[in-house]
C-alpha cells in the first residue's frame, strides 16, 4: 500500500511542476466571410495601382514615340554634278597621286617635332588673315574684320612671325573667311560639283573663291612671300602641312559609292554653313567645324 502511496505523490508532484510552464494560448474567432471580403477589396486595390502605372508609361511611351520617317523626309543624294565624267578622272587622279606621292611626303613631314609642325600651322594661319579682313570687309562685317587684323598684328609682332599664336591666348580665336563665304553672304549658289586636281572636291563657287583668294594674297603680298620661287616652296609646305592634318585616305571607306558619298557630304556641308551664314549671328569657326577661308 506504501509503495502505490508514494507513486501517486510522485506523479502529483511531477504535474504540479509542468504546470508552471503550461500556457493557454487563445485562437481569434474564424471569419472567414470578412477575411474573404477583405481578401477582395486588396485585391482590387491592386489591380487599380496597376493599371494606373500602366496607364502612365502608356503616355510617357506616347510622348517620347518618335514619327517614323518616310522617303520624302529623307535629303535628297541628288548633287548638281554636269562634269560627272570628269569629275570621276580627276578624283582617281588625286587618288592615285595621294598614295604615290602626296602621303609619303607627309609620311615624313609628321616624324618632325611637334612644336615645328605646330609653327608651321600658326604661320600660315596667320598668313591666311589679311584676305580675311578683305572679306569680312566685303561682307560688312567690320568687327570680325577688326578682329582678324589684331589677331594678324599680334601674331605676326609677339608671336614672331606668326610662329605662335599669342592672339588666342588673348581671347582672339581664330574666324577666318574667303571669297567663297563672301559669294554666299550675296546670295551666290554653291553652283556645280567640281573636283580640283591636287585639291580635292569643291564646287565652281569654292574654286573661283580660291582663285580671288589667291589674288588677294597676291596682291597684298605679305614680307614678299608671294613672289618668286619662295613663292612654290612655301605653297608646296602649306599643301603638306594641310594634308598632314587631314585624316582623310582615298578609299579606305571600301564602298563602291565612295565618290557619291563624298559627293553628296561636301556640297550638303557648305549648304548648311551657307545657311549658318546667313542667320542674324554667324557661327564661330569652331561651330562651323572648319574655316571657311582654309
Given amino acids: 500500500m506504501r509503495p502505490q502511496l508514494l507513486a501517486a505523490l510522485a506523479v502529483l508532484a511531477m504535474c504540479g511542476c509542468a ?17 474573404n471580403a477583405a481578401a477582395i477589396v486588396r485585391a482590387d486595390e491592386l489591380t487599380a495601382a496597376a493599371q494606373q502605372a500602366s496607364e502612365r508609361t502608356a503616355g510617357q511611351d506616347a510622348s ?3 514619327t517614323p520617317l518616310t522617303p520624302a523626309d529623307a ?23 595621294d598614295e604615290d606621292l ?31 579682313v578683305v572679306n569680312y570687309l566685303l561682307q560688312l562685317r567690320p568687327v570680325s574684320g577688326l578682329r ?14 606668326g610662329l605662335f599664336d599669342v592672339a588666342t591666348r588673348l581671347k582672339l580665336k581664330s574666324d577666318l573667311t574667303g571669297f567663297s563665304a563672301t559669294l554666299s553672304r550675296w ?30 594674297s597676291y596682291a597684298i603680298n605679305v614680307a614678299d612671300l608671294y613672289r618668286g620661287y619662295q613663292s612654290w ?34 556640297v550638303h556641308r557648305e549648304l548648311i554653313e551657307d545657311e549658318a551664314l546667313h542667320a542674324k549671328k554667324p557661327p564661330k569657326a569652331h561651330e562651323r567645324g572648319t574655316p571657311a577661308g582654309r
Fill in 75 to 97: 535629303p535628297s543624294m541628288y548633287t548638281y554634278d554636269p562634269w560627272e565624267r570628269l569629275n570621276r578622272f580627276i578624283y582617281r587622279f588625286n587618288a592615285r597621286f
Fill in 148 to 161: 582678324s587684323l589684331g589677331r594678324f598684328a599680334i601674331n605676326s609682332t609677339i608671336g614672331i612671325g
Fill in 187 to 216: 546670295g551666290m549658289h554653291p553652283g556645280p560639283y567640281l573636283v580640283i586636281p591636287i585639291l580635292g572636291p569643291s564646287t565652281l563657287r569654292d574654286g573661283v573663291g580660291l582663285l580671288a583668294d589667291y589674288g588677294v
Fill in 233 to 266: 616652296g612655301l605653297g608646296t609646305l602649306d599643301a603638306v602641312n594641310l594634308r598632314a592634318s587631314t585624316d582623310f585616305r582615298y578609299y579606305a571607306s571600301g564602298s563602291p559609292f565612295e565618290y557619291e558619298t563624298i559627293r553628296f557630304l561636301y
Fill in 102 to 132: 602626296f602621303l609619303p611626303v607627309v609620311d615624313v613631314y609628321r616624324r618632325a617635332p611637334a612644336p615645328v609642325r605646330s609653327g608651321v600651322s600658326n604661320f600660315f594661319l596667320n598668313l591666311s588673315e589679311p584676305k580675311s
Fill in 19 to 35: 504546470s508552471q510552464n503550461v500556457s493557454i494560448r487563445r485562437l481569434p474567432p474564424e471569419t472567414p466571410a470578412a477575411d
Fill in 64 to 66: 517620347l514615340a518618335v
